[in-house]
Nanobody, 125 residues
């Protein structure tokens, strides 16, 4: 089992920045693919970004150039640096992990086995 705990959400003005963190515990592996998803009010959950076990990344078009995914394997922590935030980025953000040592990322939520509880990001002036 893997437990994921997100932190770092909050209220930010448009154009501002936030950094989300997702700390993993339990049966973790630095080679496991992980991702950030989000679900805005009245919207379906969507992929934001993902990182493979070897560090290759995926970004949905709407966040390219503004968001950066990274991981610190020594700390078992996944990060999401969000810059130039827009009101449409407002959502609950979830981190997700694939099965142990599955290094390939996916853009489909159903391919991820472990999920955090989510952290709210509010972008408003």
């Amino acid at each position: 089992q893997v437990q994921l705990v997100e932190s770092g959400g909050g209220l930010v003005q448009p154009g501002g920045s936030l950094r989300l963190a997702c700390t993993a515990s339990g049966r973790t592996s630095s080679r496991t693919a992980m991702a950030w998803f989000r679900q805005g009010p009245g919207k379906e959950r969507e992929i934001v970004t993902a990182i493979s076990g070897i560090g290759s990344t995926y970004y949905t078009d709407s966040v390219k150039g503004r968001f950066t995914i990274s991981r610190d394997n020594a700390k078992n922590t996944l990060y999401l640096q969000m810059n130039s935030l827009k009101p449409e980025d407002m959502a609950v953000y979830y981190c997700a992990a694939r099965d142990y040592s599955n290094a390939f990322y996916s853009t489909r939520g159903r391919d991820y086995t472990y999920w955090g509880q989510g952290t709210q990001v509010t972008v408003s002036s």
